[in-house]
């Protein structure tokens, strides 16, 4: 199923149009969508974002060994969402104004609310992400994610786990990148490291916690 193209109201499509030539492009070319939206947020987040969250490392288990990732990390949600990810469990901080300001302002953007959010921190091109699905059991299945990128670009890349087909895309600063529909059961993807990369980045990706019926 793909969310988006039923949902996009008159005021997320003007903004498209004025901030994108690819108007409604979808980047995957089967099996969910991966749509790019640049110029995002009308004020730059970053110092408020690095200043109020609460980063910690990630602490994740790797080969039975228990590791701290370089990488800072937060989570946060309209209630105490409990996050299970790699054997470890955490419990959602109380959404700040802040995010929830910014979580109403993509609402906007791509029409869909969010009542949850994982933040990453990542110093510089020496930190990343491997290949991985955000397929937990206590999201809502196929609702989309959207991913917000602030300071330096990085690139990002999808794998399909059957045809091993590959799309990469940019992650500039104030971009979103809203994935759809079957992209998480589907495709995989990474943020991979790269020497070339010295600035910081700040990542905030925006999902929908199961709460019941
Ligand atoms: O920083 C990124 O863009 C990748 C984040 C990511 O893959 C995740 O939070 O699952």
């Known amino acids: 199923m793909d969310w988006v193209f039923g949902h996009l109201n008159t005021k997320a499509l003007t903004h498209l149009g004025r901030m ?4 409604g492009l979808n980047l995957l070319p089967f099996d969910g969508g991966a749509y790019y939206f640049k110029n995002v947020l009308e004020k730059d987040p970053f110092t408020k974002l690095e200043r109020e969250i609460s980063w910690k490392p990630d602490i ?3 080969f039975g060994k228990t590791i701290e990732t370089k990488r800072l990390t937060a989570w946060y949600g309209k209630k105490p969402f409990i996050y299970t990810y790699s054997g470890m469990s ?9 995010l929830k300001e910014i979580e ?3 609402a906007k953007i791509c029409g869909f609310t969010f009542n949850s959010c ?3 921190s990542y110093r ?8 991985h699905r955000d397929n937990e059991r206590t999201l809502v299945e196929e609702y989309p994610i959207a991913s917000l990128s602030f300071g330096a670009e990085r690139k990002f890349q999808l794998k399909h786990r059957e045809t091993g087909e590959k799309v990469e895309v940019l992650l500039e600063n104030n971009s979103m990148l809203l994935m759809t529909g079957a992209i998480q059961e ?4 990474a943020l991979p490291k790269s020497k070339k990369v010295t600035e910081k980045r700040i990542n905030l990706t925006f999902r929908q916690y199961f709460e019941g019926k």
């Open 20 to 23: 994108n030539d690819n108007i």
């Open 60 to 62: 994740v288990k790797m």
């Open 90 to 98: 955490k419990t959602a901080i109380i959404f700040t104004p802040f």
């Open 104 to 106: 109403s302002q993509i």
């Open 118 to 120: 994982l933040l990453n």
């Open 124 to 131: 510089d091109g020496n930190e990343g992400m491997s290949y």
């Open 186 to 189: 589907q495709w995989l993807h």
